[in-house]
């Protein structure tokens, strides 16, 4: 999924590896999803990981309905936050 903040634009590689480092330092981020219908779903993920064009990618999450929301909507976002510094990224993919 290419990553974007809220307001559209992309954060770009920095701003991604940031996320993964601090996904990294944290339990799980949290992929949000939803169907053709527009059913909602959450799953957590354990890992995160970017890629070499500005992409960030879940690697390890458990739910086999993420995979297939994305299949008929793309519509989605991935949060990270850490609640005890209140340090927080996220994406909204369109």
């Avoid at 920095?14 to 480092?21: F, L, Q, S």
């Avoid at 990981?49 to 976002?77: G, H, I, M, Y």
Wanted: hydrophobic fraction near 40%; glycine fraction near 6%; proline fraction near 5%.
């Amino acid at each position: 999924m290419s990553a974007k903040t809220l307001a559209g634009a992309k954060p770009g590689l920095k701003g991604i590896e940031r996320a993964v480092a601090l996904a990294e330092t944290l339990p799980h981020a949290f992929v949000g999803t939803s169907n053709r219908d527009g059913t909602p779903h959450i799953a957590a993920a354990a890992s995160l990981s970017s890629t070499d064009d500005e992409k960030l990618a879940v690697t390890s999450w458990c739910w086999p309905a993420t995979v297939t929301n994305l299949q008929e909507n793309r519509n989605s976002t991935v949060v990270v936050w850490d609640p005890e510094t209140e340090r927080a990224f996220r994406w909204l993919e369109e």
